[in-house]
């Protein structure tokens, strides 16, 4: 059965210059990459902005969900999380790092147990290791999100409702 189990990880909000090979550049820090998947328009061919890197080893999936998300990379801060391999989600819980749906919250509830999707609880968990001046910045960075593009605003918030 663990054949069948990538370790992949969903990477966005790429600029559309990025190409596999910075990716894989950046990502390759952490551990052994088996192949690294951008995302393309079926119609126009264009980068859709998100990728997909899948992992020799889940440890190293874990640890590039954890330190590469808002990684910059082209002038624009990456977001890394869970793919839809939710077997690393289920890893995660096991080794106690507490990035799936299913722990306990134990700081002040940062994000009701079953609030949506699996990205939630991963920003919901990143949020509360932050410092108050590191939520600033976060605020501060949605603020400007807001002003140059509420579309984009508006898609991150209804993404991710406990920020």
Not at 35 to 43: N, P, Q, S
Request: glycine share 10%; proline share 2%; aromatic share 6%.
């Amino acid at each position: 059965k663990n054949q069948q189990q990538k370790h992949d990880i969903f990477v966005g909000n790429l600029a559309f210059s990025t190409t596999e090979e910075q990716l894989h550049q950046a990502f390759s820090e952490i551990g052994k990459i088996i192949k690294v998947r951008m995302v393309t328009d079926l119609e126009t061919g264009k980068p859709r902005g998100f990728a997909f890197i899948e992992f020799e080893d889940p440890q190293a999936a874990l640890s590039a969900i954890r330190n590469m998300n808002d990684y910059e990379l082209n002038g624009r801060r990456i977001r890394v999380n869970f793919s839809n391999s939710s077997h690393l989600e289920t890893l995660a819980g096991k080794l106690g790092m507490d990035m799936s749906q299913h722990t306990q919250q134990r700081s002040g509830g940062a994000g009701k147990s079953g609030d949506g999707g699996s990205g939630t609880q991963a920003v919901a968990e990143s949020l509360k290791g932050m410092s108050k001046g590191e939520m600033y910045d976060v605020v501060a960075k949605l603020k400007e999100i807001a002003e140059k593009d509420p579309d984009e605003a508006r898609r991150l918030l209804c993404g991710h409702p406990q920020l």
